[in-house]
């Protein structure tokens, strides 16, 4: 932290205004294809175009997107190293490690949120309950027979599930999985009955008709599912959660730079071609300034850490 701050001294307000002077890395925390991934090459092919230097992706996958949010920290705050961060590393990650390699909030610069896409409860279709409430009715009737699958201990999927059963009083077995594909390869042939992860990955299923879906964990229902409710419409209000995505930077950029920064990537996202990309992602934009998401994160991370404590998830 002290070597980032003596750094960001380093960087004189006549370099921060001439950024960017040669091409700009963006790390990834995550392999190619994820959203984390999309959003990252996304914006980076549309930064190039409007700043007139290459931002090159740059992948470094591990540790639930702790091994690339740690590079990132530890980077020059120079402007020149960027990072796609999010819930799962500075969230879920940090809340899970006996010691932490970095703090979410002071050892970067926040500077502009993408977005997310919220939970989905979905069932087999052979499970009898053509609602939450009947499904919730259903638990309390037979409390062994249910489970649900999510993208793993600790991921928006399973935190949203726990806190619907502590909310409703209903038990459901927990059956974590190594990312969603694999859970949802279950789901399909009645193997698990209920699956609670990001809407992106069920929808192509609920389309087909082999998941139904129940409820989302979004603020309002979405136009492209409108016919699926949410949980707060059903009652449960504190059930408003994404797994959102974000960019970041190494702690003492250039403050310059990350409003340049946020300004662009705000202007990016309202882009009818990046908007089209990203809308079956199930992605809801949030357009803050970069103070506002600073403060997004810091209370994200004071309103989950301790249910992703008390959820039983442990570190991988």
Excluded at 23 to 37: L, M, N, S
Excluded at 166 to 184: I, N, Q, S, W
Excluded at 209 to 221: T, Y
Aim: net charge positive; glycine share 10%; hydrophobic share 45%.
């Amino acid at each position: 932290m002290a070597l980032a701050v003596l750094a960001a001294a380093c960087v004189s307000p006549a370099g921060a205004q001439s950024w960017p002077v040669k091409p700009v890395r963006v790390i990834v925390p995550f392999v190619p294809g994820g959203t984390a991934d999309t959003l990252g090459r996304l914006t980076a092919a549309r930064l190039t175009e409007s700043l007139g230097q290459t931002f090159v992706v740059d992948n470094r996958a591990g540790a639930g997107g702790v091994i690339g949010a740690e590079v990132l920290a530890r980077s020059v705050p120079d402007g020149y190293t960027l990072g796609v961060s999010g819930f799962g590393p500075h969230v879920v990650a940090t809340a899970l490690m006996k010691k932490p390699v970095y703090d979410p909030v002071r050892d970067f610069t926040h500077i502009a949120l993408f977005g997310g896409s919220p939970s989905v409860l979905a069932i087999h279709p052979s499970v009898p309950a053509k609602d939450l409430k009947s499904l919730i009715a259903l638990a309390k009737k037979r409390p062994a027979a249910l489970n649900y699958g999510s993208a793993g201990n600790g991921s928006t999927g399973q935190l949203v599930a726990e806190l619907l059963k502590r909310a409703a009083g209903f038990e459901m077995a927990h059956v974590p999985y190594r990312g969603a594909a694999a859970a949802l390869a279950d789901l399909v042939p009645g193997h698990i009955q209920a699956i609670s992860t990001t809407l992106i990955t069920v929808g192509p299923q609920m389309r087909a008709g082999r998941a139904r879906a129940l409820a989302l964990s979004a603020a309002a229902r979405l136009p492209d599912y409108a016919e699926v409710p949410t949980y707060r419409e059903l009652g449960y209000p504190d059930l408003v959660a994404s797994t959102w995505f974000s960019l970041s930077g190494p702690a003492g950029l250039p403050a310059d730079i990350a409003g340049r920064l946020n300004a662009e990537v705000r202007r990016i996202l309202q882009l009818p071609e990046v908007r089209e990309r990203l809308r079956p992602e199930g992605i809801e934009q949030n357009a803050l300034d970069a103070g506002a998401f600073t403060e997004f994160m810091a209370t994200e991370v004071k309103r989950w850490q301790p249910i992703v404590r008390a959820s039983g998830a442990r570190a991988e």
